[in-house]
Each structure stands twice: as structure tokens, then as C-alpha cells.
């Protein structure tokens, strides 16, 4: 089993750039699919992109492309979510998940297999 930790979570004002990783305690990242999942306060959980065990293949929700951008490090197992361009309706708590799943299916199915305990993203005006 692996378990998921996020970092990088804070607060940001509208426009600027935050960008959060997600490391495994006690197993590994390498072989999974890794997404970004969000909920912001009074909503359901939603998916917002995913990546490829290989880096090679991504899968992203229509609200975040061309500002958010997902890549793998998997020499220090790290997957990291680099969002720009923020806006006051990204404000959420982010999670990353792990799945043995294509990130096109991680999309659809809203699902993953291990999860993170999540950081908050906090966008001001």
C-alpha cells in the first residue's frame, strides 16, 4: 500500500502560481498513474489532471488547461502541479491520488486507489 503526502499548499492572490508535489511514505510513485483531485468547500470532489506511470500521457479537466500542468520526476518520485494563472474558483483543498489506471480513466471514474491527507490552495483577490 502506498500512501500519498502533498506539499506546497498555501495562499495565493488571483493571477499568481502555486506549485504542489506529491511524494509516497512508505512504497513507491513509479508504477502508478498520479492525479490531482480538488473540493472546495460545499462541493464534490473533482478530478483535474493525471499523468502517465511513464510522464508520457496526461489527461486534464477542461477548467484547468493551458494554466495547470502536471509532470513526474520519477528519480525522486515526485509529481508535481504547477498552476498558474490562478483564479478565486480554484480555491480548494487539492489531493493527489494513485491509481492502476490510465489518467484518461482516472478522469472519467473520479477514482483512485491510495490517496493523500490533501493541502489547501487558498486564492484571493
Known amino acids: 500500500q502506498v500512501q500519498l503526502v502533498e506539499s506546497g499548499g498555501g495562499s495565493v492572490q488571483a493571477g499568481g502560481s502555486l506549485r504542489l508535489s506529491c511524494t509516497a511514505s512508505?512504497?513507491?510513485?513509479?508504477?502508478?498513474?498520479v492525479g490531482w483531485f480538488r473540493q472546495a468547500p460545499g462541493k464534490e470532489r473533482a478530478f483535474v489532471t493525471a499523468?502517465?506511470?511513464?510522464?508520457?500521457?496526461?489527461y486534464s479537466a477542461d477548467s484547468v488547461k493551458g494554466r495547470f500542468t502536471i509532470t513526474r520526476d520519477n528519480a525522486i518520485d515526485t509529481v508535481f502541479l504547477q498552476m498558474n494563472s490562478l483564479k478565486l474558483e480554484d480555491t480548494a483543498i487539492y489531493y493527489c491520488?494513485?491509481?492502476?489506471?490510465?489518467?484518461?480513466?482516472?478522469?472519467?471514474?473520479?477514482?483512485?486507489?491510495?490517496w493523500g491527507q490533501g493541502t489547501q490552495v487558498t486564492v484571493s483577490s
Open positions: 491520488a494513485a491509481a492502476w489506471s490510465t489518467p484518461q480513466s482516472m478522469g472519467l471514474t473520479n477514482e483512485g486507489d491510495f
Open positions: 512508505g512504497g513507491t510513485l513509479r508504477r502508478y498513474t
Open positions: 499523468i502517465s506511470w511513464t510522464g508520457e500521457n496526461t
